[in-house]
């Protein structure tokens, strides 16, 4: 019996991590951008990151098939690498933050319990195969697969090939062991900081730390059908609003953002909201959910506006002052808003 569950975990695990492997490795750009949507690491980190993970997915396929002495070291990496997407979805999640889990590439479902539920079992199944390891060693289900297929091309007494196929798996293994450790420990680090100390202070110093920096140039349409620029609001403070129709924290914003307008407008700030949304046009927007805010367009599939001024999650915003340069951005919170915003006369 404990072979062949110890057969179903390796054959599962080893399906689920080759499938989400080759789902996302076919656009890494994409990957990289779902990664950033959790908002937990610098935007430096972001890519380094969906590297190393795609890295140790690859690490874990090749110690499954490779087994033997190495299959402990597989199942706890997989348990390893689940148990840090599970956190940052359990860290989105909590944070309402409106994003896709992207475990399988590029989606547009959004991200539930359900996502987190169903890691936790791929978890339990990691560790139930650590576990049967060392009950049913010598079992053709622990032993050396690749060995096993390599045994029917060559001689018994020439095992060279073999040797430096271990070398370079046991090579690889280390390379991606230590850093997935090491951005565990930041990871780790992280959420410390979300829940300890004053979470309005907390914000508020995030959604300043690119204070200065120049506001990158788009191309949006608005609500006419006209392309609009930054240009278009040269001389002018403008807060934009990464919004998307079917983000519910972001459609219960808008009465607020609406009586908000008019103050943001007699202390000389415009307010636009940006539809991220390929789905859903301006005008369906606007008329559905009464919007008297200026509507820009920009998919975020298709237009990197949002991607360029880092809103990789709805509700965002960027605060850009009349020079040009941003004065604050980040994931809108929905307790401390109006304090975010008002980053732009502090």
Not at 119 to 145: D, E, H, M, T
Not at 237 to 263: G, H, M, T, W
Not at 290 to 309: G, K, R, T
Request: charged share 15%; glycine share 6%; aromatic share 12%.
């Amino acid at each position: 019996m404990l072979p062949y569950l110890l057969t179903f975990s390796r054959v599962a695990l080893g399906l689920l991590f080759a499938y989400a492997f080759l789902a996302k490795v076919r656009d890494v750009a994409q990957f990289a951008a779902a990664v950033g949507r959790f908002e937990l690491l610098p935007r430096r980190w972001v890519k380094t990151a969906a590297l190393l993970f795609l890295a140790g997915e690859l690490a874990v396929i090749l110690l499954l098939l490779t087994g033997g002495s190495w299959l402990p070291l597989a199942f706890a990496l997989a348990a390893l690498l689940l148990l840090l997407f599970t956190l940052a979805l359990l860290s989105a999640l909590r944070r309402n933050i409106q994003t896709s889990c992207s475990c399988f590439g590029t989606s547009d479902k959004p991200l539930t319990y359900y996502d987190v539920w169903r890691n936790a079992g791929f978890i339990a199944c990691s560790l139930l195969g650590w576990w049967l390891v060392p009950q049913v060693a010598g079992s053709p289900a622990a032993q050396n697969w690749l060995a096993l297929a390599w045994q029917g091309l060559v001689t018994v007494g020439d095992g060279n090939g073999l040797v430096i196929l271990l070398t370079i798996n046991a090579l690889l293994t280390w390379f991606i062991l230590l850093p997935t450790a090491f951005f565990m420990l930041l990871l780790g680090k992280r959420f410390r900081q979300l829940d300890q100390g004053d979470p309005k202070e907390f914000l508020l110093q995030e959604a300043g730390s690119r204070r200065g920096q120049p506001a990158p140039p788009f191309e949006a349409q608005n609500i006419d059908g006209e392309t609009v620029t930054l240009d278009s609001f040269k001389g002018r403070d403008v807060a934009f609003l990464f919004l998307s129709p079917s983000c519910k924290p972001c459609v219960e914003k808008i009465p607020a953002l609406n009586d908000y307008c008019r103050q943001g407008r007699a202390n000389g700030m415009e307010m636009v909201i940006v539809n991220v949304d390929h789905h859903i046009t301006p005008e369906t927007f606007a008329q559905r959910h009464e919007v008297q805010l200026p509507i820009l367009w920009a998919p975020q599939i298709s237009n990197p506006f949002a991607h360029d001024y880092d809103a990789y999650s709805v509700p965002s915003f960027c605060l850009v002052d009349a020079g040009q340069k941003i004065r604050a951005a980040g994931h809108l919170d929905s307790r401390y808003w109006q304090e975010q915003l008002a980053l732009m006369w502090s």
